[in-house]
């Protein structure tokens, strides 16, 4: 069974930095595009980035909103994918997810439960 | 950005019922459209990828259409446990953008 589980969220003062963990288990890792997607309370989803897959070399593509404050990276031993996020501001107040690329295609096909971050002093 | 503008915002329908939900993308997306389904307090859930194509495992009463600019997700024979929210995605251009959501209650 595929599962993703997000966790380091919490809250953060503006200015600060927080790195959100997603532990993947189920599937072969290293064979799948990784994504960090977003949501607002009540609002919809707004899709951050990617890390390719090995056959890809793992290099990534950002939203244009968040390049250069945010950072996708993966550890393949541990299975794990990660979202620094510095420089946090009170409008990356949101539910956090990663999500899997569906083998051979571009949309998400398995999701976190999402981590909950709040900027706020 | 590809704009994507989703309607309606809300919908109220009653059980047996077909329901539309339609999403405009601010240009050609080529058919790179998914359609997601999000219950409340879960993460969303994909049904329908390039525009029409039935996600493993989604029952049959979902389908998808479209070309171009206009997409439409159709819910026949609604169930209650299609209550949710619907999400429509571009994926044809980065970033990847979503609409603004359906809420689907029962009247």
């Known amino acids: 069974e595929v599962k993703l589980l997000e966790s380091g969220g919490g809250l953060v003062q503006p200015g600060g930095s927080m790195r959100l963990s997603c532990a993947a288990s189920g599937f072969t890792f290293t064979d799948f595009y990784m994504y960090w997607i977003r949501q607002p309370a009540g609002k919809a989803p707004e899709w951050l980035g990617f890390?390719?897959?090995?056959?890809?070399?793992?290099?990534?593509e950002y939203n244009p909103s968040v390049k250069g404050r945010f950072t996708i990276s993966r550890d393949n031993t541990q299975n794990m994918l990660y979202l620094q996020m510095n420089t946090l501001r009170a409008e990356d107040t949101a539910t956090y997810y990663c999500a899997r690329r569906i083998y051979g295609g571009y949309v998400m096909d398995a999701w976190g439960q999402g981590a909950s971050v709040t900027v706020s002093s | 950005d590809i704009q994507m503008t989703q309607s309606p915002a809300s919908l109220s329908a009653s059980l047996g019922e077909t329901v539309t939900i339609e999403c405009r993308a601010s240009?050609?997306?080529?058919?790179?459209l998914a359609w997601y389904q999000q219950k409340p307090g879960k993460s969303p859930q994909l049904l329908i990828y390039?525009?029409?194509s039935l996600h493993t495992g989604v029952p049959s009463r979902f389908s998808g259409s479209g070309s171009g600019t206009q997409y439409s997700l159709k819910i026949n024979s609604l169930q209650s446990e299609d209550v949710a929210s619907y999400f429509c995605?571009?994926?044809?251009?980065?970033?990847?953008?979503f609409g603004a959501g359906t809420k689907l209650e029962l009247k």
């Open positions: 995605q571009q994926y044809y251009n980065y970033p990847d953008t």
């Open positions: 240009e050609d997306i080529y058919n790179g």
């Open positions: 890390i390719r897959n090995k056959a890809n070399g793992y290099t990534t």
């Open positions: 390039n525009a029409n």
